[in-house]
């Protein structure tokens, strides 16, 4: 596709509930990341793809959280048992490379509510 | 570890004036990136201008540019002649240029929302 693109938009969860969060990156790109945005603030880091070995997941907040890009392209992040400080609008970004240099573009984002 | 601060929280600026954003940030690597990234409120994170490390001269694109000092650990974002559609909230952010460890994650500061009037 064009772009990153990221389902859903929004989702609101009862807590104790199990969501997931569908990543589409752009067609080709060999770097995932997933990075969570809490309200007013900047994007935290979480985990890190590359094609489908998981790298880096320093940045998961707990077990609860759990990511996976089996065929080193759509990714998911799934998060199980749903509290209220999950809520927060949780971006995916991918990038053509590993490179340092390299662009990472971003999607849209899913803003979690969790009731 | 890194991080990365902005100090305005909020800016404003008039239309077709310019308008410096500020963002300093502390580490203890050579090798790195340094990224501004523009979100407006329908959430799509936009790269706007990066800069290498190595590179002296600032990085220009258009009516953005950044003023790079090295040594005093900052990076600011310049905005020539604003637009209306440049309201919107900007991110200072990092990337290592060392593999391993963190594979390249951005750090970001808190950002700056940028007001634009008419």
């Known amino acids: 596709g064009a772009g990153v693109s990221q389902s859903p938009r929004y989702k609101v969860a009862k807590r104790g509930q199990d969501v997931a969060l569908r990543c589409d990156p752009i067609?080709?790109?060999?770097?995932l990341f997933w990075y969570q945005q809490a309200l007013g603030q900047g994007p935290e880091f979480l985990t890190y793809?590359?094609?489908?070995?998981?790298?880096?997941k320093s940045g998961l907040p707990s077990d609860r959280f759990f990511a996976e890009r089996p065929e080193g392209s759509v990714s998911t992040l799934k998060i199980q048992r749903t509290q209220q400080e999950d809520s927060a609008v949780y971006l995916c970004?991918?990038?053509?490379?590993?490179?340092?240099?390299?662009?990472?573009?971003f999607g849209p984002g899913t803003r979690l509510l969790v009731l | 570890a890194q991080t990365v601060t902005q100090s305005q929280p909020e800016m404003s600026v008039q239309e077709a004036e310019t308008v410096t954003l500020s963002c300093t940030y502390d580490?203890?690597?050579?090798?790195?990136?340094l990224f501004w990234y523009k979100q407006p409120p329908s959430r799509q994170m936009i790269l706007v201008i990066r800069?290498?490390?190595?590179?002296?001269q600032n990085a220009t694109e258009n009516r953005f540019s950044v003023n790079f000092q090295k040594a005093a650990k900052s990076f600011s974002l310049k905005i020539s002649d604003s637009q209306l559609g440049d309201a919107a909230m900007y991110f200072c952010?990092?990337?290592?240029?060392?593999?391993?460890?963190?594979?390249?994650?951005?750090?970001f500061g808190k950002g700056t929302k940028l007001s634009v009037k008419p």
């Open positions: 970004a991918s990038s053509r490379t590993s490179g340092g240099e390299e662009t990472q573009y």
């Open positions: 067609s080709g790109h060999v770097s």
């Open positions: 580490t203890s690597e050579s090798d790195y990136y």
């Open positions: 793809f590359q094609n489908e070995a998981q790298l880096d």
């Open positions: 952010a990092y990337r290592s240029g060392y593999y391993g460890g963190s594979q390249g994650n951005l750090i």
């Open positions: 800069q290498e490390a190595y590179k002296q």
